[in-house]
């Protein structure tokens, strides 16, 4: 059976390593993963007026769908000022829009964080501001494996490539164990 991961990267930077990171996975996926990646981009900021006046962006509508129709979400979180970066936190805000919504896009859906930044903590304080935010949203987190990338410039080379071997093992061994991790709670929810 084909299982569907969306990964979404949470820096909207054109040469992100969080972006990098998630393509790295997604060519490291296990056969049987169907691996799509998503920005946040075109999200815009999460004011009540314009949803009121206008309803949810179209770009809002679009990955909620995708979310909704995954059997596992893939977060690439970076780490700014010791916590969830401003835009990752925003499109979570609009993507839990309408309230109604949530149960829908989030509810106990199989969700894994990894994130890589050039500091020498990977992305710790991120990935730990993220659970209280995956508990509100029902989701059902896996705490099988922690994937925290340091000194990403060592890591990937100038055109965004994983070139460390040892952080493609600890991937390949993070996505492996996430893979396992929604097949199980696929067959607990059936």
Do not use: C
């Amino acid at each position: 059976m084909m299982i569907k991961i969306i990964g979404i990267t949470g820096s909207l930077r054109s040469g992100s390593f969080n972006t990098a990171l998630l393509r790295a996975a997604k060519e490291m996926a296990p056969n049987n993963v169907a691996f799509e990646i998503e920005t946040l981009k075109g999200i815009p900021l999460y004011d009540g007026d314009i949803e009121s006046a206008e309803g949810i962006p179209e770009t809002v509508i679009t990955l909620q769908e995708k979310i909704a129709a995954a059997d596992g979400l893939l977060l690439a979180t970076p780490e700014y000022n010791n916590s969830i970066p401003g835009v990752f936190k925003n499109a979570l805000d609009w993507l839990s829009r309408p309230p109604s919504a949530t149960a829908r896009v989030f509810g106990s859906r199989p969700v894994a964080i990894i994130g890589t930044t050039p500091g020498g903590f990977g992305t710790v304080l991120s990935q730990n501001a993220w659970l209280p935010v995956l508990r509100t949203l029902g989701t059902h987190p896996w705490f099988g494996g922690r994937l925290l990338v340091s000194r990403a410039h060592q890591v990937f080379n100038e055109s965004g490539e994983m070139v460390d071997e040892k952080v493609r093992k600890q991937l390949a061994d993070f996505l492996i164990g996430f893979v396992e991790f929604i097949q199980v709670n696929d067959k607990v929810q059936k």
